[in-house]
């Protein structure tokens, strides 16, 4: 269990205060009828409350202070634990009606990947997910998951029809730890310059440029955040704000490759620039063709590579794989964002070059819910 509320004391049974109030009312001798007489309550009043059908009022707790020598916290702590208790019960049995419900969630990703604890109890684990999600039962869970699907993009993508719940739960996770980046209000014109530096980041490792991408990104008031993608999701990034001035990107790895990397990273950040505040934006496998994913494509490839630069990269067609390596070193950028661009245009095969591409993979991080980026080989033909 990860989470430190995991360990939270919950009693299996309390008895009702009435109980508590008998023993001491036998201790002292003293009889209902003479402390309804003493409190001047009613004497249905106190049998009540020794009957457990009754609470225990603050002013009542002040009352037995008086008359019995107890304190009123004593009594009013009695009242409100069994209360508790009382509630947690009627929880519990609400709670063993929606067990399908856990159904609809990769729980033991979710809980090797750390976001949330694990439990051999059902019931725990439903606690664990209300958690994750701050909500207090599955009956709100429709309600909640419509702040995601009322976007544009899950009416479009039958990918998101298929995975809500696997798709919500990833983009959760984004923003728990997206709110943990502390960030001055957003400035549009520094984030600019921002990515000028992380244009040269591209030609760093992963576990170089992976720090160093949250930081310059935060200096800039934006909070970047990378979430291993959960099974069925198929999502490479998603963008939305926060708040007026905080705006946030989350990547994952769906492709597994640098140059598929560095787009969908400069695709997310054309949105922040070009776009709206209230868009929410999510890239998944899915050929998104609206205007907007047009633009923001277009910003992606012209920054990582000009257009004046890739026309004379082409002037004279297919560039040899020793040309790409070349013009990679001369402005500064990975030769495997070329090999992509080539690809995608279709100027090269896409069995072609992929050998000057970067593999990548999550490496775990012990005792934590954040996972970090490393190098891994690309098992691709090389030509």
């Not at 004391?9 to 008998?22: H, R």
């Not at 009382?86 to 090797?112: G, H, I, Y």
């Not at 869970?141 to 739960?169: G, H, L």
Request: net charge positive.
């Amino acid at each position: 269990m990860s989470r430190a509320n995991a360990n939270r004391y919950a009693p299996d049974y309390v008895s009702p205060p009435g109980e508590t109030l008998s023993e001491v009312l036998d201790m002292v001798g003293m009889s209902q009828a003479e402390l309804a007489d003493r409190t001047g309550r009613a004497k249905k009043t106190i049998n009540e409350i020794v009957k457990g059908k009754a609470p225990i009022t603050p002013k009542i707790a002040l009352a037995f202070e008086n008359v019995l020598g107890i304190s009123a916290s004593f009594w009013n702590n009695r009242e409100s634990q069994f209360r508790e208790y009382f509630a947690r019960n009627k929880e519990e049995e609400s709670l063993k009606r929606c067990l399908t419900w856990l159904d609809l969630f990769p729980v033991r990703q979710m809980v090797k990947l750390g976001w949330i604890g694990g439990f051999k109890d059902k019931i725990q684990q439903i606690r664990e997910l209300l958690k994750f999600f701050q909500i207090s039962s599955p009956d709100q869970w429709e309600r909640y998951a419509e702040t995601y699907t009322d976007q544009v993009v899950f009416r479009k993508s039958e990918t998101f029809k298929n995975n809500i719940p696997a798709t919500i739960a990833w983009l959760r996770q984004g923003e728990i730890q997206a709110r943990t980046i502390l960030c001055p209000p957003y400035e549009s014109g520094k984030f600019r310059k921002t990515l000028v530096a992380m244009r040269s980041l591209t030609r760093e490792p992963p576990e170089r440029f992976h720090p160093q991408m949250i930081d310059l990104a935060a200096a800039a008031g934006l909070a970047l955040v990378f979430v291993p993608e959960l099974p069925g999701t198929k999502i490479s990034a998603a963008t939305r704000w926060l708040s007026p001035t905080k705006p946030m990107i989350q990547l994952s790895l769906l492709y597994k490759k640098n140059d598929q990397f560095w787009f969908s990273f400069f695709h997310e950040a054309a949105h922040i620039l070009l776009h709206g505040k209230r868009d929410f934006f999510i890239k998944n496998g899915d050929d998104q063709a609206g205007e907007k994913e047009v633009e923001a494509n277009s910003y992606a490839a012209n920054f990582l590579i000009p257009p004046a630069q890739f026309r004379a990269l082409i002037k004279y067609g297919r560039p040899s794989k020793d040309t790409v390596l070349q013009f990679a070193s001369a402005w500064g950028i990975a030769p495997g964002i070329i090999v992509g661009r080539l690809q995608r245009e279709r100027i090269i095969p896409w069995s072609h070059y992929n050998d000057l591409k970067v593999g990548l993979k999550w490496a775990s991080v012990p005792g934590g819910t954040e996972s970090r980026l490393q190098q891994a080989r690309c098992p691709t033909r090389l030509r």
